[in-house]
């Protein structure tokens, strides 16, 4: 069977091993996944309760319009209902953007590194790939907005970024969009979004009324804890929307994770915890890495991008065999790094044991 041509430039997407594999192998009673991003402090536990007596209806369809999360949301975020998409996490509707905006003979800009998803899609859709680097993990406003042209559709910005955890500050942002044309979509990944500083909050719902040519990407799989349910949004113009749903699948959400990430919006308690443990452990870690003179990217998320003295990969090996699991640079296109989440406070302490007696 003939398939794309362009389809030769990607591998399929590698899952890292299991935990129960790693404790086979290495022999562990215990494994500390660092390597995904995860919230280590679990969910809302509102969630528990709602689903002591939760009855599912898995033979009937979810609901394709997502009312009942759609009026939360749009309550929360002072938005139009019109102005929201839900996808099943934000990585969907990163597909959709790519699928609805990105063609042969048109070209898209990124960061690099960035979340690599932005490059997977657009190669499948045929898009020219255009990779600006970042300058010590920030991205490169100027260059970025020197590589567009008139054949430019799509613009990636990842704020804070991954794999790098740097924020794009609300000058630079303002600064971008009044110089990006009209006419090319600007796409603000927030995905880390509940983690940001206050003061360094670009306010991208505000900038969406300000710029139609704006969509905000969010999803519950960080700071919600429920990466395990696959659901997220944008939330853009109701033109943008319109086109976006041209592609959207009729039922790309479940009931369960819309009615779970309801119950989840609505408990900002867990949020401000989650939000201060982690802060509360970065700093620990940052001052630990100071201490040893480990470069490390500022972070404004619940992972740290961290230079090690040899490679990444090495370093990857050593601490795997100790029950931790973080992501090798190399994997990332930075060599001799890791990435690795912020985990429980014990957990990072042990961690920091690990690194010390580290050759």
Known sequence: MKIKDRLNQLAPYQQGKQIQDIKKHYKLD?????????????????????????????????????RELRN???????????????????????????????????????????????????????????????????????????????NTNVVWLCSPNNPTGNSISKENFIQFMNACPEEVLVVLDEAYYEYVDPEKDIQAIEQVKQYNNLIVLRTFSKAYGLAGLRIGYGIANA???????????????????????????????????TKVKNLEVK??????????????????????????????TDMFDYLIQHGFIVRPGE???????????????????????????YH
């Open 283 to 312: 700093l620990a870690f940052q001052q630990f890495l100071d201490d040893i003179g480990w470069h490390y990217f500022p972070s404004e998320t619940n992972f740290m991008l961290i230079a090690t003295p040899e490679s990444g």
């Open 239 to 273: 033109a943008i929307i319109t086109q976006l749903n041209l592609v959207r699948g009729p039922f790309n959400t479940t009931s369960i994770a819309q009615q779970i990430a309801r119950i989840a919006l609505n408990d900002k308690a867990f949020i401000k915890d």
């Open 30 to 66: 215990r494994i500390v996944k660092l390597s995904s991003n995860e919230n280590p402090y679990g969910f809302s536990p509102k969630i528990k309760e709602f689903l002591i007596d939760y009855v599912p209806a898995f033979d009937i369809y979810p609901d394709g319009y997502t």
């Open 72 to 150: 939360e949301l749009a309550k929360n975020l002072n938005v139009h209902e019109a102005e929201i998409i839900f996808g099943s996490g934000s990585e969907e509707i990163i597909q959709m953007i790519c699928r609805t905006f990105l063609f042969p003979d048109v070209n898209t800009v990124m960061a690099a590194p960035t979340f690599p998803q932005y490059k997977h899609n657009a190669i499948i859709e045929g898009a020219e790939v255009r990779e600006i680097a970042t300058i010590d993990g920030y991205h490169d406003i100027d260059g970025m907005l020197a590589a567009i042209d008139e």
């Open 331 to 357: 994997l990332l296109g930075i060599p001799n790094t890791i990435r690795l989440t912020l985990g429980l406070k014990e957990d990072m302490e042990r961690l920091q044991e690990l690194i010390l007696n």
